[in-house]
């Protein structure tokens, strides 16, 4: 079944540590997408990629990178210089220029 | 930048009523997207608009996209147990990234 893979579906890191958060889709979309969501608000865009080799920063892209290397991957890196990394966070994907974003299970990060 | 209000904030509804929310912009936008959320999980998308006026069902969901372009409204008729979950608006207008509102979360009791 085509779909978004996200993993792991928890992750706990100690202060400090840069973590990776992983995205996969067999989809074939050209764009992918990382958000964050916290508790009682909307979801934020961190990174997005419309074409394999390029991204572009979202709204709260401080403290985080991404890499677009392949068409079916977008990993995303919180930092150690992410101030407040503890968050829930969801990969989407869209093909072309629609607009449906397809979003992925989600990644909850917790920071001890 | 864009911003969406979305209400209410919660809801603690019977089962079996009918359920209104709504999303309301500060600008015009082309789409109007419902997407539902269960805890954990990654949000699904209920219904996708595309035009003023535009009415589209999904079951016991209906959806409009309003008139002026800067609301949308979903109904959920018949509301059961499984209809638990944080419900969001999101909407993109020509050249912008698509915003999503703060969500509504749902709870009925049976």
């Known amino acids: 079944d085509g779909g978004i893979t996200q993993s792991p579906k928890y992750l706990f890191r100690k202060e400090g540590q840069n973590v990776t958060l992983s995205c996969e889709q067999n989809?074939?979309?050209?764009?992918m997408y990382w958000y964050r969501q916290d508790p009682g608000q909307g979801l934020r865009l961190i990174y997005y990629?419309?074409?394999?080799?390029?991204?572009q920063k979202g709204d709260i892209a401080e403290g985080y990178s991404v890499s677009r290397e392949k068409k079916e991957s977008f990993p995303l890196t919180v930092t150690s210089a992410q101030k407040n990394p503890t968050a829930f966070y969801l990969c989407?994907?869209?093909?072309?220029?629609?607009?449906?974003?397809?979003f992925g299970p989600g990644t909850r990060l917790t920071v001890l | 930048g864009q911003q969406l209000n979305q209400s209410p904030q919660s809801m603690f509804i019977q089962e079996g009523e009918d359920v209104s929310m709504n999303c309301t912009s500060s600008?015009?936008?082309?789409?109007w997207l419902w997407y539902k959320q269960d805890p954990g999980e990654g949000p699904v998308l209920l219904i996708a608009?595309?035009?003023?006026?535009e009415l589209t069902s999904n079951g016991r969901l209906t959806a409009q996209f309003g008139i002026t372009r800067k609301d949308s409204f979903l109904n959920i008729s018949a509301s059961i147990p499984s209809d638990v979950g944080i419900y969001f608006c999101?909407?993109?207008?020509?050249?912008?990234?698509?915003?999503f509102g703060a969500g509504t979360i749902l709870r009925v009791k049976s």
């Open positions: 989809l074939n979309h050209d764009a």
């Open positions: 600008s015009i936008f082309n789409t």
């Open positions: 608009l595309y035009k003023a006026g």
């Open positions: 999101a909407g993109r207008s020509y050249g912008n990234k698509l915003v």
């Open positions: 990629s419309q074409i394999v080799n390029d991204f």
């Open positions: 989407a994907s869209t093909q072309g220029s629609t607009d449906t974003q397809y």
